[in-house]
C-alpha cells in the first residue's frame, strides 16, 4: 500500500512548487502525474516574469522555491522592464528554452528527496466520513496521504477549440480529467467556467528575418533568483536567442473580419469569459478596429528553436485561416504552422470556497492552487503551489498554517483577492493591484519572506545566511554613507551646485544625497569624498530605500493604525446569523466567504465601516 | 497625510438651541488644550475660554472641560466645548478642530470605543448595534440627500479624469511593451493642474457652504399639463404645514417648504419642460434646468395614458438627471394599478391626484428617502471637505513627484487621490482602474 504525507495531483507549474516545498519541509510528498515527461511543461508562452509576474516568482524564489532558478538556468534573453521608471515597478523577465525548463524542472523534482513521482491518472477522492485518506487512480490502485493538493490547471473539463472543431482535452495532445470533475460536483464545489487561448507556431526557418527589429538581452543580463543576483551563485548559460518584432497590418485584419463567424469567439460556441488583457487577434480587430497594426512578438521556444511563438496572436480561427493571415505579416510570407492556435475552455473553482491558506472549506486537508483557482500565468500558479504546499506540509506537522498579508507580498494580495472577491476572468497579477506597491518590490522579497520560510521549514539555513549576509551589508554601507559628511561650501558642494543645482544651506551626509529626486547611487560614487563602497549592487539597494523611506514611513503609520482594526481574526465559529443588527445581505455575504480578519471583510464589496463595527463590538462581547 | 485617529463631533441636536456640545476624544486632545487654551486644565473643572478666528475676530465665548484618561465617557482624553447653538458657530469649531487635530467621527463611534475601552456594559453594547447601523444610514443618507445635484456632478467629472489619468499613467507601468498611450511628463503636469484648479474652485464652494443645500429639494418636472401642481398641492396640502410659499424668482417655478416627516423639505413645482423657440418659456425652461441642478431628488411626472415615451426618456438624458423617480399620473383614465415597481434602479410610482391612487405609497417612501434629523447638513458638508482635502494635498504631492520624473509616485499619490473622491462618491478603485484601461488601451503582448 502506497502512503505518503501529502499527495500532490498534477506536475505544472503549481504541482512542482507545492510538491518540492512540502518536501523541503520533510515530510514525505508523491506528485501525481499523468506523463513524467510533461513534469514542467510550459503551455503557453515560454517566458517568466514581467511587471507584477516577476514580483511574484521572486517571492516563491525567496521561499526558495524552484520557478526562478530554473528559468535562470534556462534563459535565451534577459531583460529588465521599466527600468527607467523607478525600482517599485520595474521587472525582470526571462525567454526561456522550453525544453531545458522542462528537463531542469523534472532533474529537480527527481533529485529531491521525500519526493515520489506517480504516473497515472486519479480518477476519485476518498473520503471516510468527512475525513480526507487519498485518492483512487483510473487503474483502481489507491495512493493515501493526510493531505492532497489539487493543482490540475486547465485539465479539469478541458475542452479545445480550433474552427468548427472541439474535443475535450486538457493541453494540446494530453487528455482531460473528467472524472475528478464530477467527484466535485457531486460535493457541491462551484464551478465555472473560463477560457484562454494561445497562438500558431511557426517553423522557424520559414520566417524571413531580415527585414525584422531584433531584441536582445540588456546588457547587464538580470537574473530572476536571489541565488544568482545576491547571494553569489552563477546560473548555468545556455546560449542566448533574440526575439523579434513584426506587425499585423489591414490585409490582416481584412482575412480576419472576413472570417469572423468561423471564430467559436463568435460564433456563439464559446460563450465562457476570457482575460481582457489577453485578447485573440479576433478580439482585437474587433474592438479596435480604428489601428492599423498589432504588434507581434516572434518567440523563441526552445534551445534547437525549429518553433517560434508568435506572441500576440492568439487565434482560434480554422486553421487555414491562421495560415493566410500570417502570410499577410511582414517576414511570414511563407511561414508553415507547426501547430494551430486554439481556445480552450476549463473548469475553475470559485476560489471564495477556500481558506487563505488555499485549503477547501467543504473538505479539511484538500488544498486547490494554481489555475484551477480562476488565475492565469506561471508565476501565479507557482505563487500558490508554493502556499499550499507549506500549508498542507504545515497541516501533517501539525503547525499553524501561514499566508502572507496583502502588506508583506504580492502573494498575499493575489490569495486576498482570490478568496475575497472570487474571479470573473483569468486572474492575472498587476503591480496596481497591490495598495503597497512600493514596498512589495523585486529588490527585497528575500527581506520580507525567507527569515519566514526558514521558520515554516521550506528555506535551508544557507539561505537564510545569505540572506543575513546581505542585509548585514546594506546596513553597513547605509551607515558609511551616513557617517560622510558634506559641508555648504566644501569642493564637493560646489559640484553638487554645478552638477545637480542644488544649494547646501546646511551639512548634509551622503546618504541624504540619495533622497533628491534626481541623484542616483551612481551620481554619488563619482564624488570625490565617496570613498570606497562595500559593492555597487548593495549601494544601489541602499538608494531604493532611501528613495522611498518617507512614503513607506507613512505607510507604515498608516498600516499600524488600520492594522489594529484589520488583524483583528473573526473566530472560524462565528455564526452571523445569530449577530443582530447585520442585514440579511452581509449576513449572506459573510457566510460565504468566511473572512479570517476583520480587514478582510472590509473588503468584501458591500461591507460597510458600520458592519465593520458590528463584528469587532461582537467579537469582543463574546470574547471569541 | 496622517491617519487622525482622534475623532471630534457636534453631540447635540441639530437646529438653533441655546447650548451646544463639541466632543472630542483621544490623543490629541492635549495638543487642543495647548493650542487653543493655552494653559493646561485641571481635569472635569469648567473653564471660559475664547474662540479667535484667525483675524481674531471674536467668534464665540465658549466653556470647555477636560476630561483625563480613562476616566471619560470613551476611557481615552476628551474634551467637550460647551458654545452657543447657533450652527455656524458649532461648524466653525468643529473645523478648525477637524483641520489639525482630529477627524470627524464615524456615526456611533464615541460609544463604540467606550465598549471596547470597557466603559460600559454588555447590556448597553446590545443597542450599540442599532445605534451604529442607524446612525450610519443616517449619515450616509445625509451626505447624498443634501448634496447639490452640481455638486455631485462636478465630483463625478473629477472622479473621470482621475481615472483617465491614473488609466493612462498605470497602463505605462503595467504594460510597457504594448502600444502605450501618450504619458509625457507634461501631458501628466497639466492633466494634474487642471484637476487641482478644479478641485480648488469646488473646495472654495464647500467652505462657502453652497455644495449642500440647507434643506434638502424634491424638484416636481414634467411635459406640460401632466399634473405637476397638483402633485405639489397634493404633498403639500396633506403632508404638513406649509412653512411658507413664496413665488419663484419667475412666475414659472414655485418654492414650497414643507416639513416631511419631520423634516424640512422643500419642493419645487417648475414650468413644463417642451421643445420651444418662445422667449417667455424658454426662460421658464432654463429656471427649470436651474433647479434640477441643485435638487436632491426629481420627481419626473409623466401622463399615464399617454406613457413614459423616447421623449421623456430623452428629456432626462439631455438635463443629466441621474437621481429621479418616475410618476405615471393620472391612472384613473388608464385604469392601471396604483402599485410601485423598480425598472433598472427607478423607481416608478402609478398615481392619480384626482382620485388620491397610489398617493400614500409615494408619500411613505419620500418620507423615508428625507434626510435624518440626527445628522446634520454641516457634519455632511464637512465629510466632504475633508476627504476634498486630502484630496487635494495628493494632487499637490502628485505634481511634486511628476516635475521629478518620479512617475511611481505620481501613481501612488493618485491613488489615494481616487479613494478620497471614491469615499464621496462610491466606486471601486481597483476595478474601475482595470475596465478603463482595458477598455481604452489595446492591451495583449
Redesign the interface.
Given at each position: 500500500m502506497k502512503k505518503f504525507d501529502v499527495i500532490v495531483i498534477g506536475g505544472g507549474h503549481a504541482g512542482c512548487e507545492a510538491a518540492h516545498a512540502a518536501a523541503r519541509a520533510n515530510v514525505s510528498v508523491a506528485l501525481i502525474t499523468m506523463k513524467h515527461e510533461s513534469i514542467g511543461q510550459m503551455s503557453c508562452n515560454p517566458a517568466v516574469g514581467g511587471i507584477g509576474k516577476s514580483h511574484l516568482a521572486k517571492e516563491v524564489d525567496a521561499l526558495d522555491g524552484l520557478i526562478c532558478k530554473i528559468a535562470d538556468h534556462s534563459a535565451l534573453q534577459r531583460r529588465k522592464l521599466n527600468a527607467s521608471k523607478g525600482p517599485a515597478v520595474q521587472a525582470t523577465r526571462i525567454q526561456t528554452c522550453r525544453d531545458t525548463y522542462k528537463s531542469k524542472m523534472q532533474q529537480a523534482i527527481d533529485a529531491q528527496k521525500n519526493l515520489s513521482v506517480v504516473e497515472g491518472m486519479v480518477s476519485n477522492i476518498i473520503l471516510d466520513k468527512e475525513i480526507l485518506q487519498g485518492v483512487v487512480m483510473s487503474d483502481g490502485s489507491k495512493v493515501f496521504a493526510k493531505t492532497v493538493v489539487l493543482t490540475t490547471g486547465t485539465f479539469l473539463g478541458g475542452k479545445i477549440h480550433i474552427g468548427d472543431k472541439s474535443f475535450s482535452a486538457g493541453r494540446l495532445g494530453d487528455n482531460a480529467s473528467n472524472e475528478l470533475e464530477n467527484f466535485f460536483k457531486k460535493y457541491g464545489f462551484s464551478l465555472g467556467r473560463l477560457k484562454t487561448g494561445t497562438p500558431p507556431r511557426i517553423l522557424k526557418s520559414s520566417i524571413d528575418y531580415s527585414l525584422l527589429e531584433e531584441q536582445g538581452s540588456d546588457k547587464n543580463k538580470p537574473c530572476l533568483s536571489y541565488m544568482h543576483d545576491h547571494y553569489g551563485q552563477t546560473p548555468n548559460i545556455i546560449s542566448e536567442i533574440p526575439c523579434h518584432i513584426t506587425y499585423t497590418n489591414n490585409e490582416t485584419h481584412k482575412i480576419i473580419k472576413d472570417n469572423q463567424s468561423l471564430s467559436p469567439l463568435y460564433n456563439g460556441v464559446i460563450d465562457s469569459v476570457g482575460p481582457r488583457y489577453c485578447p485573440s487577434i479576433e478580439d482585437k480587430v474587433e474592438r479596435f478596429y480604428d489601428k492599423d497594426a498589432h504588434q507581434v512578438f516572434l518567440e523563441p521556444e526552445t534551445l534547437s528553436d525549429k518553433e517560434i511563438y508568435p506572441n500576440g496572436l492568439s487565434t482560434c480561427l480554422p486553421e487555414d485561416v491562421q495560415l493566410s493571415f500570417l502570410r499577410t505579416i511582414k517576414g511570414l510570407e511563407n511561414c508553415e504552422i507547426t501547430q494551430p492556435g486554439y481556445a480552450i475552455e476549463y473548469s475553475y473553482f470559485d476560489p471564495r470556497g477556500l481558506t487563505k491558506y488555499l485549503e477547501t472549506k467543504k473538505i479539511k486537508n484538500l488544498f486547490f492552487a494554481g489555475q484551477i483557482n480562476g488565475t492565469t500565468g506561471y508565476e501565479e500558479a507557482a505563487a500558490q503551489g508554493i502556499i499550499a504546499g507549506i500549508n498542507a506540509s504545515c497541516s501533517v506537522r501539525n503547525i499553524e498554517m501561514w499566508c502572507p498579508n496583502r502588506d508583506q507580498a504580492y502573494i498575499g494580495v493575489m490569495v486576498d483577492d482570490l478568496v475575497t472577491l472570487g474571479v470573473t476572468e483569468p486572474y492575472r497579477m498587476f503591480t496596481s493591484r497591490a495598495e503597497h506597491r512600493l514596498r512589495l518590490r523585486e529588490d527585497n522579497a528575500d527581506e520580507r519572506l525567507t527569515a519566514i520560510g526558514h521558520k515554516l521549514g521550506v528555506v535551508s539555513s544557507e539561505r537564510l545566511l545569505s540572506l543575513k549576509n546581505k542585509i548585514q551589508k546594506i546596513k553597513a554601507e547605509s551607515k558609511r554613507l551616513e557617517e560622510i559628511k558634506i559641508l555648504p561650501s566644501s569642493k564637493v558642494s560646489s559640484i553638487l551646485e554645478k552638477k545637480f543645482n542644488l544649494k547646501l544651506k546646511n551639512v548634509q551626509t551622503m546618504k541624504s544625497l540619495l533622497k533628491m529626486s534626481d541623484i542616483g547611487y551612481k551620481d554619488i560614487q563619482g564624488l570625490e569624498s565617496f570613498g570606497k563602497t562595500i559593492n555597487s549592487d548593495i549601494g544601489h539597494l541602499v538608494a531604493i530605500q532611501e528613495r522611498y523611506e518617507g512614503y513607506l514611513k507613512r505607510q507604515d503609520q498608516e498600516v499600524s493604525n488600520i492594522l489594529k482594526t484589520q488583524n483583528i481574526k473573526i473566530p472560524e465559529q462565528i455564526i452571523y446569523n445569530e449577530i443582530k443588527g447585520l442585514s440579511n445581505e452581509a449576513k449572506e455575504k459573510l457566510s460565504e466567504v468566511m473572512p479570517h480578519t476583520l480587514g478582510q471583510a472590509s473588503r468584501i464589496s458591500g461591507i460597510t465601516p458600520a458592519i465593520i463595527s458590528l463584528l469587532r463590538i461582537y467579537i469582543k462581547k463574546h470574547s471569541l | 497625510?496622517?491617519?487622525k485617529?482622534t475623532i471630534a463631533a457636534i453631540s447635540t441636536a441639530h437646529g438653533k438651541s441655546a447650548i451646544g456640545v463639541i466632543r472630542v476624544s483621544g490623543k490629541n486632545v492635549l495638543k487642543i488644550i495647548k493650542d487653543f487654551i493655552g494653559s493646561e486644565l485641571k481635569p472635569r473643572f469648567a473653564t471660559n475660554v475664547k474662540i479667535r478666528e484667525k483675524s481674531n475676530a471674536l467668534i464665540d465665548d465658549v466653556i470647555v472641560i477636560y476630561y483625563k484618561a480613562p476616566s471619560s465617557y470613551t476611557g481615552e482624553d476628551m474634551l467637550e466645548i460647551q458654545s452657543h447653538g447657533n450652527p455656524i458657530t458649532m461648524d466653525f469649531i468643529l473645523e478648525q478642530i477637524c483641520d489639525v487635530y482630529a477627524r470627524l467621527s464615524?456615526?456611533?463611534?464615541f460609544t463604540?470605543r467606550a465598549?471596547?475601552n470597557n466603559k460600559i456594559d454588555?447590556v448597553q453594547?446590545?443597542a450599540?448595534?442599532?445605534l451604529?447601523?442607524a446612525s450610519?444610514?443616517s449619515a450616509s443618507k445625509a451626505a447624498m440627500i443634501t448634496l447639490q445635484g452640481n455638486f455631485s456632478k462636478n465630483i463625478e467629472l473629477l472622479i473621470e479624469e482621475v481615472l483617465a489619468l491614473r488609466a493612462n499613467i498605470?497602463a505605462?507601468?503595467?504594460?510597457?511593451?504594448?502600444?502605450s498611450p501618450d504619458n509625457s511628463n507634461k501631458n501628466n503636469f497639466n492633466a494634474i493642474n487642471s484637476l487641482i484648479a478644479k478641485l480648488s474652485k469646488l473646495i472654495k464652494s464647500v467652505d462657502n457652504g453652497i455644495v449642500v443645500n440647507k434643506t434638502p429639494t424634491i424638484t416636481i418636472i414634467g411635459k406640460p399639463n401632466v399634473g405637476k401642481s397638483s402633485l405639489a398641492n397634493l404633498l403639500l396640502g396633506e403632508q404638513g404645514s406649509i412653512v411658507s410659499s413664496t413665488p419663484g424668482t419667475t412666475r414659472d417655478a414655485l418654492h414650497h417648504e414643507v416639513v416631511l416627516a419631520k423634516n424640512n423639505i422643500t419642493i419645487i413645482d417648475t414650468a413644463g419642460l417642451r421643445k420651444t423657440s418662445d422667449s417667455i418659456e424658454l426662460q421658464g425652461i432654463e429656471i427649470t434646468k436651474k433647479s434640477i441642478n441643485t435638487a436632491s431628488l426629481v420627481l419626473y411626472v409623466v401622463d399615464d395614458s399617454l406613457g413614459f415615451d423616447t421623449e421623456d426618456k430623452a428629456l432626462i438624458a439631455e438635463n443629466k438627471i441621474n437621481n429621479y423617480w418616475v410618476v405615471n399620473n393620472k391612472i384613473d383614465l388608464t385604469g392601471a394599478d396604483p402599485t410601485m415597481i423598480k425598472i433598472s434602479n427607478v423607481n416608478h410610482f402609478n398615481i392619480s391626484t384626482i382620485q388620491n391612487l397610489g398617493t400614500d405609497n409615494l408619500k411613505k417612501k419620500l418620507s423615508e428617502n428625507s434626510v435624518p434629523d440626527d445628522e446634520t447638513t454641516g457634519t455632511a458638508r464637512l465629510r466632504h471637505r475633508e476627504h476634498l482635502k486630502s484630496c487635494l494635498e495628493n494632487l499637490y504631492m502628485a505634481l511634486d513627484?511628476n516635475n521629478?520624473?518620479?512617475?511611481?509616485?505620481v501613481?501612488?499619490e493618485l491613488?489615494l487621490a481616487h479613494v478620497s473622491l471614491v469615499a464621496i462618491m462610491g466606486g471601486?478603485v481597483?476595478e474601475d482602474?482595470?475596465d478603463k484601461i482595458?477598455s481604452d488601451f489595446?492591451?495583449?503582448?
Open positions: - | 497625510m496622517t491617519v485617529e464615524k456615526p456611533g463611534e463604540e465598549f471596547l454588555l453594547a446590545e450599540i448595534a442599532d451604529i447601523n450610519h444610514i498605470e505605462c507601468i503595467n504594460f510597457p511593451e504594448d502600444d513627484c521629478n520624473l518620479q512617475l511611481e509616485l501613481a501612488e491613488r471601486d481597483n482602474l482595470l482595458f489595446c492591451i495583449g503582448k
